[in-house]
């Protein structure tokens, strides 16, 4: 089998406050022969408010990113769902437009930058699913999870516009189960699961986000989750970070541990919780570790 | 070929209808075959009780959109054999988000009150104005929110509105910017500030539903990217989503990256900053406290700070333009 080499793009939320994912992701990476390359000038994709700003600075800033993957030779791997979603409308529209990639390219120039067009934009989650692939993922599973009860939480960016990602179904997606199941977990199926987070409003419209938030995790756990793994740091940071805040305005109890995709399949290939950087979830996942 | 179907059936003027339920059908199914096909089938020969509507059968009228196995469709347009393999059952419910008054058949009246908030038709300024020429590109920016055939396919999947009913939601925005990017409208700044106000085009949460499950391609999402985009350039920013913008369009040009700890400051304010103290002091105790970034710029920033100064350049170039026509 060829290499898996990739240039990686952990997104800004995991280079700061989801720090836990990104040094996960070279931990689980690193133990399955997938290679990961730096991106050292690689600027932020703008998570969508870039869009909201300017189309054309969007795309243009993309293309930067793209740029920087192409000079690698390497497509993108990245462990955001936004980042994922945000890049890849903006390839998928360069794509398909030569003259947004023409105009573009003039843009580049007065930075001394090209953008041929080629990048491919992939999900780690992606790449364990396919270009890994289960077969060879569960054959390097040390510590199977012993059908812990999962509640994958795709959130909306792995899945949407199913044109531009090109990759799951977005209707009856199939990927982050089939990662559960290599790695031993029993998966908790529940309507939310390929539904919003509430995460892009939560510093405009809170109280929408907290419900949002919480309305999830209460499926779940309804659905008699033990714990919730996400592709998304955003999703984590929601699910996690608010869940608190989420137990408040709907007076429930929740308690729900909410894992990276990484931690998840890191425990299974027998990496030790306090490598991977449990102890900043702001739910704690002892009941789930023990 | 034999396919079975279940409808959920509710009407709250029978004893038994009441409470909602889910009735069997059974229809023989021909290749092509579509769902409403089988649906007046099945109230032409089987049940005349069962309620949907329906209008054009050919995806003009946008009459009978319904959820198929989950998810918002037009009946018309969505083939009974081919839906019916992929997920080994056919399951018609009514749209979301709205209302039940009997079986499929939804109340529509909020809908409409949505659009009817938006003004939906042109303004032209009020002297008589001398002919405004179209140009082609001036109609593309506006050609796919043109496409809406108002079926409430995107309302009904939008993650937004299942929470904040308030909303004014995807369809009633896509509307809003046909009308605010027609070159011939000329109150598109009062609309943009009163799109800006509560659940306005802020209250989106880019779910992107709305562009999976429009069955006529009009991504209202991207209709409500480029209303943000114009009520930005109009300067209307007293809002936490417009500061929300700003501070991100900031933060990248500084350091080329997002810097959470100044996107939360800009975007609330002084004093609703404070209140995030406690939150942020348990964020702390977990080390995920997001800190300024001070000095970590990306390598090269330079590139990025020279692409803006382009992209200014030719937005200022475009607006001097458009004055002088």
């Known amino acids: ?290 | 070929m034999k396919i079975d179907l279940k409808i959920r059936r509710f009407n709250p003027s029978t004893k038994t209808g009441r409470e909602p339920y889910y009735q069997a059908y059974s229809v023989e199914a021909s290749e092509g075959m579509t769902v409403l096909e089988a649906l007046l089938e099945i109230a032409g020969k089987q049940d005349p009780t069962l309620s949907f509507r329906r209008s054009c059968r050919s995806s003009i009228c946008g009459s009978c959109a319904v959820k198929i196995n989950g998810f918002t469709k037009l009946a018309c347009n969505t083939q009974i054999i081919p839906a019916h393999q992929k997920d080994k059952e056919l399951v018609l419910e009514p749209v979301a988000n709205h209302t039940v008054l009997k079986d499929l058949i939804v109340d529509f009246d909020p809908f409409w009150k949505k659009m009817d908030k938006v003004k939906p038709y042109l303004m032209p300024a009020e002297k008589r104005a001398k002919e405004v020429a179209v140009t082609q590109e001036d109609a593309a920016a506006i050609d796919d929110a043109q496409k809406c055939i108002m079926c409430g396919s995107c309302n009904s999947e939008c993650n937004a509105l299942e929470i904040e009913k308030r909303y004014l939601g995807p369809a009633a925005l896509a509307k809003a910017w046909r009308l605010v990017g027609d070159v011939r409208e000329a109150g598109g700044r009062n609309r943009l500030g009163r799109l800006s106000d509560d659940h306005g085009i802020w209250d989106c949460v880019r779910c992107v539903h709305c562009v999976e499950y429009c069955p006529k391609g009009v991504a209202p999402l991207t209709a409500i990217e480029r209303l943000r985009a114009r009520a930005l350039e109009e300067d209307i920013r007293d809002n936490h989503g417009a500061k929300h913008v700003d501070a991100m369009v900031d933060s990248v040009k500084k350091v080329g990256r997002l810097d959470e700890a100044a996107m939360t400051f800009k975007t609330l304010g002084f004093l609703r900053s404070l209140g995030m103290i406690p939150f942020g002091l348990k964020m702390e105790m977990h080390g995920k406290m997001p800190h300024p970034h001070l000095f970590s710029q990306i390598k090269e920033i330079k590139e990025v700070r020279t692409i803006y100064k382009e992209i200014e350049r030719q937005k200022n170039k475009k607006a001097k333009d458009r004055t002088k026509d």
């Open chain 1, 1 to 290: 089998m060829k290499a898996l080499k990739y240039a990686y793009y952990p997104g800004c939320a995991s280079q700061e406050i989801t720090k836990e994912s990104n040094s996960t992701t070279r931990l689980v990476t690193a133990k399955l022969g997938i290679e990961l390359h730096d991106m050292p000038k690689a600027n932020c994709c703008g998570a969508g408010l870039l869009t909201d700003y300017d189309y054309d600075l969007y795309i243009a800033l993309n293309a930067r990113i793209f740029a920087e993957a192409e000079q690698m030779g390497m497509d993108i791997l990245t462990i955001c769902s936004t980042c994922l979603m945000v890049m890849s409308r903006a390839a998928f529209d360069l794509r398909n437009s030569p003259v947004l990639l023409e105009k573009t390219n003039k843009v580049l120039a007065k930075a001394g930058l090209h953008y041929s067009g080629s990048t491919k934009v992939k999900h780690l989650l992606w790449v364990l699913a396919k270009d890994l692939g289960v077969v060879k993922l569960s054959g390097m599973v040390e510590a199977p999870l012993g059908g812990l009860k999962v509640a994958p939480f795709y959130g909306c960016h792995s899945l949407r516009p199913s044109d531009a990602l090109g990759f799951d179904d977005p209707e009856r997606p199939w990927s982050l189960e089939a990662v559960l199941k290599a790695i031993g977990a029993e998966v908790v199926d529940y309507t939310g699961k390929t539904k919003c987070c509430g995460f892009q409003v939560d510093l405009v419209t809170e109280e929408t986000a907290i419900e949002m938030t919480g309305t999830r995790l209460l499926d779940a756990k309804g659905q008699g989750a033990e714990c919730i793994v996400t592709p998304c740091p955003f999703c984590h940071i929601n699910l996690d970070n608010y869940q608190a805040s989420a137990e408040k305005q709907l007076e429930a109890d929740i308690k729900l541990p909410v894992f990276h995709l990484a931690q998840m399949v890191g425990l299974a290939l027998g990496l030790r919780a306090t490598h991977m950087g449990m102890s900043r979830h702001m739910v704690s996942a002892e009941k789930i570790l023990r």
